[in-house]
T-cell receptor
Framework: KQEVTQIPAALSVPEGENLVLNCSFT??????LQWFRQDPGKGLTSLLL?????REQTSGRLNASLDKSSGRSTLYIAASQPGDSATYLC??????????????FGQGTILTVHP | GAVVSQHPSRVICKSGTSVKIECRSL??????MFWYRQFPKKSLMLMAT?????????EQGVEKDKFLINHASLTLSTLTVTSAHPEDSSFYIC????????????FGPGTRLTVL
């Protein structure tokens, strides 16, 4: 059974800092990995999706890397801003088999960026 | 593109009543839709996988008779919470897979259910 763990559970940083969020998964048989942002009481906003054959994806100040063999992904946020404050979720899509279509989420990292 | 809507966004009901939540793919056809549940300050947990024209597949521990799922068309799946109880209060989120695509799921904005 796939398990996804995110570290740290919470992070508070001053504005302008570069920061790294970590995600690890136990089963390397994944199709892709996705990072989401969730604001309080809201749905999910997809940030980056990395296919299993890729090593990283970038969008603006966000960069996500994937090391499938070691079961790890990191989300790098450059020059953090108060508007980045949210919960960040990592999720992996199973490659197939009995877990066909299953997206497994981590518990999330609650990020607070203070001015 | 790839927009998924949910209705209603919020619902408050009395204990013992049934509530229906709709999930629609607005600009694509979705052969498969997924229903998730999220408890406060917790992550999303997959409840069931809904395939158009066939019965839903429920995850272990999810009561089929409590959470009725119907995927009657390629753009609509519904989740009905039957005989709701306060412990059913939660945030319910759906996602949809474009037909013939095994890749990104597109998520709806969620429905906040409160059972009094």
């Amino acid at each position: 059974k796939q398990e996804v763990t995110q570290i740290p559970a919470a992070l508070s940083v001053p504005e302008g800092e570069n920061l790294v969020l970590n995600c690890s998964f136990t089963d390397s048989a994944i199709y892709n990995l996705q990072w989401f942002r969730q604001d309080p009481g809201k749905g999910l906003t997809s940030l980056l999706l990395i296919q299993s054959s890729q090593r990283e994806q970038t969008s603006g100040r966000l960069n996500a890397s994937l090391d499938k063999s070691s079961g790890r992904s990191t989300l790098y946020i450059a020059a953090s801003q108060p508007g980045d404050s949210a919960t960040y979720l990592c999720a992996v899509l199973a490659a197939g088999g009995t877990s066909y279509g299953k997206l497994t989420f981590g518990q999330g990292t609650i990020l607070t960026v203070h001015p | 593109g790839a927009v998924v809507s949910q209705h209603p966004s919020r619902v408050i009901c009395k204990s013992g009543t049934s509530v229906k939540i709709e999930c629609r793919s607005l600009d694509f056809q979705a052969t498969t839709m997924f229903w998730y549940r999220q408890f406060p300050k917790k992550s999303l947990m997959l409840m069931a996988t809904s395939n158009e024209g066939s019965k839903a597949t429920y995850e272990q521990g999810v009561e089929k008779d409590k959470f009725l799922i119907n995927h009657a068309s390629l753009t609509l799946s519904t989740l009905t919470v039957t005989s709701a109880h306060p412990e059913d209060s939660s945030f319910y989120i759906c996602s949809a897979w474009p037909a013939a695509s095994y890749n990104e799921q597109f998520f709806g904005p969620g429905t906040r259910l409160t059972v009094l």
